[in-house]
Structure formats: structure tokens, C-alpha cells
T-cell receptor
Framework: AQSVAQPEDQVNVAEGNPLTVKCTYS??????LFWYVQYPNRGLQFLLK??????LVKGSYGFEAEFNKSQTSFHLKKPSALVSDSALYFC?????????????FGKGTRLSVIA | GAVVSQHPSRVICKSGTSVKIECRSL??????MFWYRQFPKQSLMLMAT?????????EQGVEKDKFLINHASLTLSTLTVTSAHPEDSSFYIC??????????FGQGTRLTVV
């Protein structure tokens, strides 16, 4: 079975400081990994994905994430946070060999960037 | 990226009435779409998998007679909340996968049953 853990319900960071939102996963095979962002009363917006290749993935709005197979982690990072980054962030996983199955989501982490 | 359009974005209905939510893949064909429900400040809960041309597959605990799903074409899936009650009030989101990799999501529908 696939699962995703986002250990932090809330992350607070000052504007201009680096931010990290943590994610660990569990799959039986090789993972597809994703980060999505959700603003209030909106659907999910795709940020970035890891499918294969370079472990450091760069995505939208200056975000990046590093795939670490030994630690089964896929932490989301940004060098300099903006107030507009404040939102709810979801990590998701799919087993590469599971076909067209739904993504499994973490519980979400609320990021608050303080001016 | 691929676009998934969901309509309406917000609906208020009276208790006992039915509400239909549409999910369209605008620039790709989606043989499978997924319907999620999201409670306030919580993650997405998968309700059902919608398969084009066949019956939907519902997750455990989701009433198939209450949440009717129809996937009549490769670009359209609908979710009908029948005989809605206040406890059905929630945020409903659909998604479709493109090339079996990432999922693209609709804008979501805020349903309020009064």
C-alpha cells in the first residue's frame, strides 16, 4: 500500500527566509512523487514532480524538491519565501507500476509566511 | 499543462434536492477521472474512480446511491449528490491523469446545503 506522511501541520517562516515542507513516502515499487499547492476555496495546483532522473526537481514559483531514495523523502524547498506563498501544500505519491490509479495524498501542511 | 474544468465553483441548495457537478478535461482524453471530497482544513478523501463507459468504483464508506457518478465520454464525468443534506456540505474536487503521470485538478466545487 502507498502512503505519504507530512509530519508538520503548520510551518511558519519569515519573508525572505528559506522554507522547507517535509514529506516522506512509502510505496512497494518505484515512486512518482508530486507537490501541489491549494489556495482557499480553490482546487489543487501542480507545483512539481519527480518521475525519474535528477534527484533535484525544479518547479513553479521558485520551488524545488529533492528526491532521497534512502530516506524515502521528497521535501519541498524554496530559497526565499514570499508572503504570497502562504497556502496549503500537499505531497502525493503513486507507485510507478500501479497504472492509472489515484494519487495518495499526505494530510497537508499549512505554510504561513510572515512579512 | 493539461486543463481540467469543474463547474459550478459554488452552489447552494435546499435540503432534499439534488446537485450535479461537472468535470471536463479540456485538452486531453481522460479514460479515468477521480472524485475527492475535502473537509475544512483536511486532506483530500478519495470518493470514487470514474471510468469512461463503465460503472464507477467507490471507496469504502461512500454511498453509491447518494453520490451518482456518470462518465459518459472521454472528456466529461459528472457527480450528482442526490437528496442532499447539510452533512453533505463540503468541497468536492475532480481530477484526471494525463499520460499516467501527474493528476490535474478541477477548481473545486463548494457545496452548501441549507
Amino acid at each position: 500500500a502507498q502512503s505519504v506522511a507530512q509530519p508538520e501541520d503548520q510551518v511558519n517562516v519569515a519573508e525572505g527566509n528559506p522554507l522547507t515542507v517535509k514529506c516522506t513516502y512509502s510505496v512497494s515499487g518505484n515512486p512518482y512523487l508530486f507537490w501541489y499547492v491549494q489556495y482557499p476555496n480553490r482546487g489543487l495546483q501542480f507545483l512539481l514532480k519527480y518521475i525519474t532522473g535528477d534527484n533535484l526537481v525544479k518547479g513553479s514559483y521558485g520551488f524545488e524538491a529533492e528526491f532521497n531514495k534512502s530516506q524515502t523523502s521528497f521535501h519541498l524547498k524554496k530559497p526565499s519565501a514570499l508572503v504570497s506563498d502562504s497556502a496549503l501544500y500537499f505531497c502525493a505519491v503513486r507507485d510507478m507500476n500501479s497504472g492509472n490509479t489515484p494519487l495518495v495524498f499526505g494530510k497537508g501542511t499549512r505554510l504561513s509566511v510572515i512579512a | 499543462g493539461a486543463v481540467v474544468s469543474q463547474h459550478p465553483s459554488r452552489v447552494i441548495c435546499k435540503s432534499g434536492t439534488s446537485v450535479k457537478i461537472e468535470c471536463r478535461s479540456l485538452d486531453f482524453q481522460a479514460t479515468t477521472m477521480f472524485w475527492y471530497r475535502q473537509f475544512p482544513k483536511q486532506s483530500l478523501m478519495l470518493m470514487a474512480t470514474s471510468n469512461e463507459g463503465s460503472k464507477a468504483t467507490y471507496e469504502q464508506g461512500v454511498e453509491k446511491d447518494k453520490f451518482l457518478i456518470n462518465h459518459a465520454s472521454l472528456t466529461l464525468s459528472t457527480l450528482t449528490v442526490t437528496s442532499a443534506h447539510p452533512e453533505d456540505s463540503s468541497f468536492y474536487i475532480c481530477s484526471a491523469s494525463y499520460r499516467n503521470t501527474e493528476a490535474f485538478f478541477g477548481q473545486g466545487t463548494r457545496l452548501t446545503v441549507v
